[in-house]
């Protein structure tokens, strides 16, 4: 299982290294408080510490932003109910006392016995390793593994990572630069010539997690950077967004990046108000992925369907297909090789907060609904296999089920074969945003702009929305999941980098947002994607 060659690795801080003790101090004496009592309690600890950079130039100044948060969840479940506390004080005996006042807690509240309860234990590593995981994932682990043994995750690393903040800044200064460059270098008859903004935007974040229960003792360190640059005029905006998991690599912006920049700034300047109507509609992958995230990603979190928040269950529990063959929906903390790019994606990480090994599950399947993405309560609620999706917005908030890297299945098809099915219809590229409701299962997607096509072929015109905005996408989403006619391969043009194919669709980097406050990261994406009959205005 261990990695037989030397990768370059993220490591834990010395911060971080020095907690693993105290967290074996604080686990033993809850456990000490259970085996008192002869108390069947799930006890897990999870610790997290994470330091943000965040620098930002244009050409009216530059600022560097720095955070540094940490703090410790202590979590009983006795097998009817989950208690927590949670502490940003680190020291030993505060850590202590706040066991001592959760054990406290559990033994005045708990029901013990009774046909109701769902008792949980954690399933041992022999177990654990019966899943199919990614190598990435299984190199990292010892041969010998037991419930004793620490086990370190860390990002790979391409080209090192930043040395200093200061680095940071100084990559966003570049970027502006030679965004600038290629303003300057635009032909006076460009629509994008003559902005009045230019930004880079450069992010660095490194969340360390230390996670303990009676099975496993697991760290890790993800190194999440995402780089920003965009052109704004009159109102409008040009935008390039890169990002992922891994090290240097995952900023650096190539030269067809910058041309995207004002090639789509000069388009939406240039574009016309689109008639609202009915077209076939050619998604690129960051719209079929805010499609596949706002589609079925919100309504199969497991705890909106044990909450009644979703429709998804009964078609579920009922059979009722919601798609044809070409619906195919996958949720993957796991995507550790991002479509061309070699590092991970934005949305991926090795286990989430409670534990739980990152694995790829379908959320639909040739059309028909899966079991829900879940974190452990809901899992225990709804009696449905556990997933990697308990996530935080930090260790401050609580824990829900949460989407990771939500995206189409690839196809089979190259992009010129897909827009030769079009006779009439539209290229849609930038994505603006978009809603879900899971009960309704209608479904908004915002559109930038739209490129015309006509007998399979790009005419050159473009459109906006018909108030001059963006373009939104309505419907209901078992119409829209029947309509597919056809995807792309993951490389649809056939031109992948590197030697080895890549082994999931491209996820690009976003955020998610729940009960209007709850932010966490996630990616979205799959191939270029044609569906007919689209509602467009």
């Not at 719209?287 to 919100?298: K, L």
């Not at 609904?369 to 935080?392: D, E, I």
Request: aromatic share 8%.
């Amino acid at each position: 299982m261990s990695e037989s060659q030397s990768v370059d690795r993220a490591q834990l801080s010395s911060q971080a290294e020095a907690m693993k003790p105290v967290l074996e101090k604080v686990y033993s004496q809850l456990r000490q408080f259970a085996n008192d009592g002869d108390r069947d309690w799930y006890i897990s600890l999870v610790y997290e510490r994470r330091a943000t950079a965040s620098a930002r130039a244009n050409n009216k100044k530059t600022a560097l932003d720095e955070d540094l948060n940490e703090g410790l969840v202590l979590r009983v479940y006795d097998g009817s109910t989950m208690y927590e506390e949670a502490c940003d004080q680190m020291g030993e005996s505060e850590l202590l006392a706040k066991a001592e006042r959760l054990a406290g807690r559990v033994m005045v509240n708990s029901v013990e016995g009774g046909d109701s309860l769902r008792p949980y234990s954690s399933p041992s590593w022999s177990d654990r390793l019966q899943a199919e995981l990614d190598p990435e994932i299984t190199s990292q682990i010892p041969q010998d593994v037991d419930s004793e043994t620490w086990v370190n995750f860390g990002t790979r690393w391409g080209q090192g990572y930043w040395g200093s903040s200061a680095e940071i800044l100084q990559h966003a200064q570049s970027v502006l630069s030679e965004l600038s460059q290629r303003h300057d270098d635009l032909p006076d008859s460009s629509s994008a010539k003559g902005a009045q903004m230019l930004t880079s935007i450069v992010s660095s974040e490194v969340v360390e997690y230390l996670f303990v229960d009676e099975s496993v003792k697991m760290a890790q360190t993800l190194t999440r950077d995402r780089v920003v640059a965009f052109a704004l005029k009159d109102g409008q905006r040009g935008v390039v967004i890169k990002g992922g998991l891994g090290g240097l690599e995952t900023t650096r912006l190539m030269e067809s990046d910058y041309e995207e920049v004002f090639d789509n700034l000069q388009m939406v300047m240039d574009s016309e108000p689109l008639k609202p109507g009915r077209y076939k509609l050619l998604m690129h992958p960051a719209i079929s992925g805010v499609f596949a995230h706002e589609a079925f990603g919100h309504t199969q979190e497991g705890d909106t369907w044990a909450r009644g928040r979703s429709k998804a269950k009964m078609l579920f529990e009922n059979k009722i297909k919601v798609g044809n063959e070409h619906s195919n929906i996958l949720n993957n903390p796991a995507v550790f090789k991002n479509g061309n790019d070699d590092f991970a994606g934005w949305g991926s990480y090795y286990f989430d907060e409670e534990g739980w090994l990152a694995q790829s599950n379908y959320l639909v399947k040739d059309g028909v609904l899966q079991a829900p993405m879940t974190n452990l309560t809901s899992s225990l609620r709804l009696n449905v296999p556990r997933t990697a999706n308990g996530k935080r917005e930090s260790w401050t908030n609580a824990i829900y089920t949460r989407q990771t890297n939500t995206y189409f299945e690839e196809g089979d098809l190259t992009f010129d074969e897909l827009l030769g099915k079009i006779d009439y219809g539209f290229l849609a590229t930038v994505p603006y945003g978009g809603m879900e409701d899971p009960k309704g299962m209608g479904i908004q997607v915002g559109i930038q702009f739209l490129q015309e096509v006509q007998d399979g072929k790009l005419t050159g015109k473009v459109f906006k929305g018909p108030a001059g905005g963006s373009i939104q996408m309505t419907g209901y989403v078992p119409d829209y999941l029947n309509a597919i006619m056809g995807k792309t391969k993951i490389d649809a043009f056939e031109n992948h980098q590197g030697e080895e194919e890549p082994t999931h669709p491209w996820n690009e980097a976003g955020g998610c947002g729940k009960y209007h406050k709850e932010s966490v990261v996630a990616g979205c994406g799959g191939p270029y994607m044609l569906v007919d009959d689209v509602l467009l205005g």
